[in-house]
């Protein structure tokens, strides 16, 4: 079974940090590239960060360049986003998702929470 797990999201005050976590099974991890979404209410859904599956390779929105990081853990299956010096609209619920990089096969996590109170 295909899963694709979001953890680590929370209640934290503007300027403060969090860590979220992208935990996949049930498929060859190592051949997905890794981005991460948010979806604030009333807005759309819009890219903050992704990793590539071969050279490490990232990219961020301009929003968060300079305070989100993100990384990969292959021998754990995991991509992280680390939030720093986090506002109020970073508020959003963030989505990890996982994109075959030669097929069709896309993967999306469920979500977990991020609220910045300021």
């Known amino acids: 079974e295909v899963q694709l797990v979001e953890s680590g999201g929370g209640l934290v005050q503007a300027g403060g940090s969090l860590r979220l976590s992208c935990a996949g099974s049930g498929f060859t991890f190592e051949c997905y590239a890794i981005a991460w979404f948010r979806q604030a209410p009333g807005k759309e859904r819009e890219g903050v960060s992704c990793?590539?599956?071969?050279?490490?390779?990232?990219y961020y929105a301009d929003s968060v360049k300079g305070r989100f990081t993100i990384s990969r853990d292959g021998a754990k299956n995991t991509v992280y986003l680390q939030l720093n010096n986090l506002k109020p609209e970073d508020t959003a619920v963030y989505y990890c998702?996982?994109?075959?990089?030669?097929?069709?096969?896309?993967?999306w996590g469920q979500g977990t929470q991020v609220t910045v109170s300021s």
């Open positions: 990793i590539s599956s071969s050279d490490g390779s990232t």
């Open positions: 998702n996982a994109r075959h990089v030669l097929a069709q096969n896309i993967y």
